[in-house]
């Protein structure tokens, strides 16, 4: 049973005659005469009598019309729903997102967005870019914006990376450290010496723990944020990593950077989605504004 056979049914018994039906929807009068015949076969029911003077309702069309109409206006607000969707007239968004992208790439694209789309509603979920790899792996989120290691495709067998910035791994170092006047700073410089870490599932976690791998270190504050890290740092608490992406990976102010140098340490923003799916258009719309907001920042 399809809804355009219904359509054909309610359309026959209405005008009383298989030619005028067939001109009001559209289609040759053979056309609405098998499938009206298919849908009595499917339903197992005789719904139109043919007589000299057209068709008229059987007892089961007369029953099941109602349904049939009631089906009809279900299928015309699909259409209207789907088609406002496509225009952008409602619709949300599930947004898994680091708090780099949040803080520099989303006010902007979020605000635009919303002065052309009003009506469009936001969810975002801020965490770590192991989360928001997971969340839009599983369906959870409709898209995500993460920082990698420019190296890093996990999972790119059913996820799509698409990059936005690219950046570098530093060292944040107290101003006042003996390591801040080096050249150069060495992983083995980083022996003993106290470190600011990252909760599990960061990508400066991973980063440091692959940088200071062999070496005996002395984790002695560990947290989620980036700018705490460096405030811990501005304090004199210890060493800090950072993503030169960052808003808050900024040299001065009782800190100096020095450039992890390791071929690894590139990183990257990224929109996070997944292969071989169809994108919504307000995932697309997304996606063209941030690329243009993207290409504004860099050109600027």
Known sequence: MRFEQL?????????????????EVGVTQPTITTQVQRLEEDLGVVLVLRGANGVRATYAAERILPHALAVMRAENALRQEANAIDNLKIGSIRLGAVS?????????????L?????????EVTEGGSEMV?????????DMGLLTTLKSDDRDADSL????LLTGRLVLVIPEEHPLAAKESVQAS????????????GSILRDALERLVEGI???????????????????AGVGIAIANSLAPSTVSGDGVVLSPVSEDWAATRLAAVVR????????????LKLIRQQVDAAVGS
């Open 133 to 141: 790899r997971r969340g839009v792996s599983t369906g959870h989120f």
């Open 7 to 23: 359509r054909y049914l309610e359309a026959a018994v209405r005008t009383g005659s298989f030619r005028q039906a067939a001109k």
């Open 275 to 286: 292969k071989g799916e169809k994108r919504s258009p307000v995932v697309q719309t997304l």
């Open 216 to 234: 005996e270190i002395r984790p002695v504050y560990f947290t989620d944020s980036a700018e705490t890290s460096i405030r811990m740092v501005k």
């Open 189 to 200: 410089d980083l022996a003993g010496q106290p470190l600011i870490f990252f909760s599990k």
């Open 114 to 122: 919303h002065r052309e789309h009003p009506n469009i509603r936001f």
């Open 100 to 112: 780099t992208a949040t803080l520099t790439v989303l006010p902007d694209v979020v605000k635009l």
């Open 160 to 163: 799509q990376y698409i990059d």
